[in-house]
């Protein structure tokens, strides 16, 4: 019941987005929102907006989720390759497609999430949605920061209500600091008493505050687990902090955006599951590396995450469709860093090619590859991970191997979410086996903990990218791609996206500014604050 009722939501909320989501048409460019009845903007169904639109799909044809997920992050992190596009796979540049994240967001999303707390400050009535937003919005800034680095934060999305038409960059550090400080403000300010005026209009938690503020506490979990480099005494109180508030520690805590399938491109979509079966059917393969480290770990998930096609580029909507074979033997990874045959390095000529590109597995279309494919924000599995790795570095009580097996297992048992077809008592029983397997040793621990993490954040291929930067794990192979005038960045994995260059024209000297603070300038080599070397 609670899918069908996100369904019928996400209706409405696709509704309002044609309302109030676009700068481009409509009247309310000159109207300061401060000025209009709150019976006018209904800020609850605006929230609504901003969750749905930061799943992914913010124009409808996953525009964003293409660009900055797909073609970037999971190349750049190995869970897919692509012969096709030289972006992400072999690190080149393309203006459009490495800004679109920020376009996508800024305009929208991070505007309306402004204005829904700047308008809900001082209402007393509307207390649980002003700090539900507050979180987040903190959720929001803490994936665009991780992917650009300094950038508008404080005076983002205030040209209506703070008149700044030309916000400063912040610096990731400041941003990190105001984050955690309104995390922990706005999870202890919930109150389970107060009205609950968001309800149905909350797609993720319908206004259940108790379910917020462990999402609250995750996200404290997660901005402190990142700064493990750069500030780990700031790191260790952070944690200390998220468990003793209370972080999520099962899979009914899981911030998942439902969606449902429609032939034609709307923002109702999962934004990656649907460009999976439409427009880059064919494009992207499973990673050799993702799919080698199933098979080394003998992991019985793989048959969910991967198939072999005949025919994998025929749209989900023809005669030709095939969901395909996901019998774990048949998987084949395609190795990240060749062409399409003809080109430089043609697949070809690839180590076991194995006669047809056909033959390199794809994204299971059962589960992940689906156009109602749940959007996962923040889970219990990676949140304990994470806890495991606080404690096996001794941050927090706990033994890191009893941590580390439960997170494993609700990992597994996550996928019953995703759409896999095995009940919790097998899901369960599956990771019983694959960690009698594959026990947790201290040794290696890091290394077995940021692995996992890899794994349960499939899809989500921005939070894999920050994880991999911070922890280093799992260890990759860079692509020694031979051309300099696509692989621009010297044979070295990219550590961030970079500023649009509209941003040098438009808001030049904050940019100026900021740019002037990265090590190797508005470059995919230069790092972000908390990814120290």
């Known amino acids: 019941m609670k899918k069908m009722k996100n369904k019928y939501l996400i209706i409405t909320a696709?509704?309002?987005?044609?309302?109030?989501?676009?700068?481009?048409?409509?009247?309310?460019?000159?109207?300061?929102?401060?000025?209009?009845?709150?019976?006018?903007?209904?800020?609850?169904?605006?929230?609504?907006?901003?969750e749905l639109y930061s799943s992914g799909n913010s124009d409808g044809h996953a525009f964003d989720a293409e660009r900055?997920?797909?073609?970037?992050?999971?190349?750049?992190?190995?869970?897919?390759?692509?012969?096709?596009?030289?972006?992400?796979?072999?690190?080149?540049?393309?203006?459009?497609?490495?800004?679109?994240?920020?376009v996508a967001m800024f305009p929208d999303p991070i505007k309306h999430i402004v204005d829904i707390v700047e308008n809900t400050r001082d209402k007393e009535s509307k207390k649980n949605l002003y700090n539900i937003a507050r979180i987040f919005k903190v959720y929001l800034f803490q994936f665009l920061t991780d992917l650009y680095g300094d950038l508008p934060y404080s005076e983002a999305g205030k040209a209506y209500t703070g008149k700044v038409l030309f916000p400063k960059y912040d610096k990731q550090q400041d941003i990190y600091a105001d984050m955690l400080k309104e995390l922990d403000e706005a999870a202890a300010a919930l109150d389970e008493n107060a009205e609950n005026t968001l309800g149905d209009q909350d797609i993720i938690y319908?206004?259940?505050?108790?379910?917020?503020?462990?999402?609250?506490?995750?996200?404290?979990?997660?901005?402190?687990?990142?700064?493990?480099?750069?500030?780990?005494?700031?790191?260790?109180?952070w944690i200390q902090k998220a468990v003793a508030g209370g972080v999520m520690e099962s899979n009914d805590d899981n911030a998942i955006v439902e969606h449902f399938a429609v032939a034609d491109a709307v923002v109702s979509n999962n934004g990656t599951g649907w460009e999976l079966i439409?427009?880059?059917?064919?494009?992207?393969?499973?990673?050799?590396?993702?799919?080698?480290?199933?098979?080394?770990?003998?992991?019985?998930?793989?048959?969910?995450?991967?198939?072999?096609?005949?025919d994998p580029g025929a749209l989900w909507n023809t005669p030709d469709f095939n969901f395909g074979d996901t019998t774990s033997s048949k998987q084949i990874g395609m190795p990240n860093g060749y062409d399409n045959l003809g080109g430089l390095v043609p697949i070809n000529t690839a180590p076991n090619y194995p006669g047809s590109v056909n033959k390199y597995s794809i994204t299971n279309r059962y589960t992940f590859a689906r156009a109602d494919?749940?959007?996962?924000?923040?889970?219990?599995?990676?949140?304990?991970?994470?806890?495991?790795?606080?404690?096996?570095?001794?941050?927090?009580?706990?033994?890191?191997?009893?941590?580390?097996?439960?997170?494993?297992?609700?990992?597994?048992?996550?996928?019953?979410?995703?759409?896999?077809?095995?009940?919790?008592?097998q899901a369960l029983a599956a990771a019983e086996s694959y960690l009698a397997q594959n026990p947790y040793k201290p040794s290696t621990g890091l290394q077995q903990i940021n692995e996992q993490y890899w794994v349960a954040v499939f899809m989500d291929e921005y939070e894999a990218f920050a994880n991999w930067r911070r922890s280093g794990y799992p260890v990759l192979t860079p692509v020694n791609y031979p051309n300099a005038s696509i692989n621009q960045t010297g044979g070295v994995i990219p550590r961030r996206l970079t500023y649009p260059q509209s941003e040098a024209a438009i808001n030049s000297a904050n940019y100026e500014e900021a740019v002037s603070r990265l090590n190797n300038g508005n470059t995919m080599i230069s790092r972000v604050w908390w990814d120290t070397q």
């Open 68 to 102: 900055g997920n797909m073609i970037y992050c999971s190349c750049i992190i190995q869970h897919w390759a692509t012969n096709g596009y030289s972006y992400g796979d072999k690190y080149n540049y393309n203006e459009e497609y490495i800004t679109a994240n920020w």
């Open 373 to 425: 494919a749940p959007t996962f924000f923040l889970t219990a599995a990676e949140t304990q991970l994470l806890l495991a790795e606080a404690a096996q570095r001794g941050w927090i009580s706990g033994d890191a191997g009893d941590i580390y097996d439960n997170a494993v297992s609700l990992a597994f048992d996550q996928l019953r979410q995703t759409g896999a077809n095995w009940t919790e008592g």
């Open 278 to 310: 439409t427009e880059e059917a064919g494009q992207f393969k499973m990673s050799k590396t993702f799919i080698d480290f199933f098979k080394s770990h003998h992991d019985p998930r793989l048959h969910f995450y991967a198939a072999v096609s005949p």
């Open 14 to 50: 696709t509704l309002i987005l044609f309302t109030w989501g676009c700068d481009k048409n409509f009247e309310q460019l000159n109207v300061d929102p401060n000025s209009v009845s709150g019976e006018i903007i209904q800020f609850e169904k605006l929230f609504s907006t901003v």
């Open 206 to 237: 319908q206004g259940d505050v108790v379910k917020w503020k462990k999402f609250a506490y995750s996200e404290m979990a997660r901005l402190a687990m990142r700064m493990s480099k750069v500030a780990p005494n700031d790191a260790k109180t």
